[in-house]
T-cell receptor
Framework: AQSVAQPEDQVNVAEGNPLTVKCTYSVSGNPYLFWYVQYPNRGLQFLLKYITGDNLVKGSYGFEAEFNKSQTSFHLKKPSALVSDSALYFCAAYNFNKFYFGSGTKLNVKP | DSGVTQTPKHLITATGQRVTLRCSPRSGDLSVYWYQQSLDQGLQFLIQYYNGEERAKGNILERFSAQQFPDLHSELNLSSLELGDSALYFC?????????????FGPGTRLLVL
């Protein structure tokens, strides 16, 4: 079965420290990969996407993601976390006309 | 503000009933996507319409149906509602049909089935 996994339900990091939110996928072919963020009582907001090309993708709000084909991973990263980054993050894959979402990772950035 | 609007914001109904959720895409966007977000199932893709035609289908139950009208707004119809249908329903829109397109999400409709 096709799926996207986010192995951590929650990630805690101190403000100013680097953060990583992990994502691995099991989707056949060469899926497009996405990261979305969801703030409380809000819809999802697009952060970045990988289609092809450079394995390091830069996105909104200083986030970037690293695509690793051999490990089928697409981890979200940020060099210096902000308290305002605290939210729910979703990884998604798109292939063959279907979207597959991970279960979400709650990021807590403490001052 | 993404430019995508959804009505109503909240909906409370009883089991066995039927409801209609409405989505207006961003101006100029031709694709509309519907998603269901629930505690136990997470975020699931339901269906996509492009310029009035069904384009892709995900985990949408037979009790659910959708359509996109000539003015490009979309409606998601949920019938014979069950307790498990309680969830947040999002729609999103994008400019075209390509899977490369960035999707812009609406604020969601929170459905509670009692």
């Amino acid at each position: 079965a096709q799926s996207v996994a986010q192995p951590e339900d929650q990630v805690n990091v101190a403000e100013g420290n680097p953060l990583t939110v992990k994502c691995t996928y099991s989707v056949s072919g060469n899926p497009y990969l996405f990261w979305y963020v969801q703030y409380p009582n809000r819809g999802l907001q697009f952060l970045l996407k990988y289609i092809t090309g450079d394995n390091l993708v830069k996105g909104s709000y200083g986030f970037e993601a690293e695509f690793n084909k051999s490990q089928t991973s697409f981890h979200l990263k940020k060099p210096s976390a902000l308290v305002s980054d605290s939210a729910l993050y979703f990884c998604a894959a798109y292939n063959f006309n279907k979207f597959y979402f991970g279960s979400g990772t709650k990021l807590n950035v403490k001052p | 503000d993404s430019g995508v609007t959804q009505t109503p914001k909240h909906l409370i109904t009883a089991t066995g009933q039927r409801v209609t959720l409405r989505c207006s895409p961003r101006s100029g966007d031709l694709s509309v996507y519907w998603y269901q977000q629930s505690l136990d199932q997470g975020l699931q893709f339901l269906i996509q319409y492009y310029n009035g035609e069904e384009r892709a289908k995900g985990n949408i139950l037979e009790r659910f149906s959708a359509q996109q009208f000539p003015d490009l707004h979309s409606e998601l119809n949920l019938s014979s509602l069950e307790l498990g249908d309680s969830a947040l329903y999002f729609c999103a829109s994008s400019g075209g049909d390509s899977r490369q397109e960035t999707q812009y999400f609406g604020p969601g409709t929170r459905l509670l089935v009692l």
